[in-house]
């Protein structure tokens, strides 16, 4: 068990629809990542926050966007789903922006869109 | 632009015997380096990690990986398999000016026969 969790952990939803992934990071770690998993493009990097504030993007589409609370919780919206944006969505931590730093990785949110 | 390739895509191993999993970087720094294990229906759990000092590092479950900086490699080794090493191991890279996001490879499947 990493300390990270996401929720919900399965989540099946149609075309066209909204769906937003939560995640809580361990205890004291300040940064949150979010990951794309799929079998066509692999493990993929969408967005960094630390503390509240967003600190790097990657592949992350426009129909997509993210936020960090206060309490450190992250959410990631996912709108205007389509088929493709089926996959695994994981939700990683870290204690803060070092690139040294170990990510733990939560046990992740399968998105079926239909 | 920083990258990792995992030339084997699958690998199969009898219980026992020796395992190598290659990895080979792109990155124009000193590369942070990490080896994560996915085990089915789980999240990624880190091996072991890399950033400086001794090139051999020692993770857990009895993994070692070694850093060659002249072959930009950062291979994964153990000396004896076991049925429950079965997974899915993915080396990653990041870095300073990486904005702290890793990098993954695409990711080598072990198999062990019994």
């Known amino acids: 068990d990493s300390g990270v969790t996401q929720t919900p952990k399965h989540l099946i939803t149609a075309t066209g629809q909204r769906v937003t992934l939560r995640c809580s990071p361990r205890?004291?770690?300040?940064?949150v990542y979010w990951y794309q998993q799929s079998l066509d493009q692999g493990l993929q990097f969408l967005i960094h926050?630390?503390?509240?504030?967003?600190?790097a993007k990657g592949n992350i589409l426009e129909r997509f966007s993210a936020q960090q609370f206060p309490d450190l919780h992250s959410e990631l919206n996912l709108s205007s789903l389509e088929l493709g944006d089926s996959a695994l969505y994981f939700c990683?931590?870290?204690?803060?922006?070092?690139?040294?730093?170990?990510?733990?990785f939560g046990p992740g949110t399968r998105l079926t869109v239909t | 632009a920083q990258s990792v390739t995992q030339p084997d895509i699958h690998i199969t191993v009898s219980e026992g015997a020796s395992l190598e999993l290659r990895c080979n970087y792109s990155?124009?720094?000193?590369?942070?380096l990490f080896w994560y294990v996915q085990s089915p229906g789980q999240g990624l759990q880190l091996l072991l990690k890399?950033?400086?000092?001794?090139?051999l590092v020692q993770g857990i479950k009895g993994f070692e990986a070694e850093f060659k900086r002249s072959q930009s490699s950062f291979n994964l080794r153990k000396p004896s398999v076991h049925w429950s090493d079965a997974a899915e191991y993915f080396c990653?890279?990041?870095?300073?000016?990486?904005?702290?996001?890793?990098?993954f490879g695409g990711g080598t499947r072990l198999m062990v026969k019994p």
């Open positions: 990683a931590s870290s204690a803060g922006t070092s690139g040294t730093g170990a990510k733990y």
């Open positions: 205890s004291g770690d300040l940064s």
């Open positions: 926050y630390y503390n509240g504030e967003e600190r």
């Open positions: 990155y124009g720094a000193t590369p942070y």
């Open positions: 890399y950033f400086s000092g001794d090139t």
């Open positions: 990653a890279v990041g870095g300073v000016g990486a904005g702290n996001m890793l990098t």
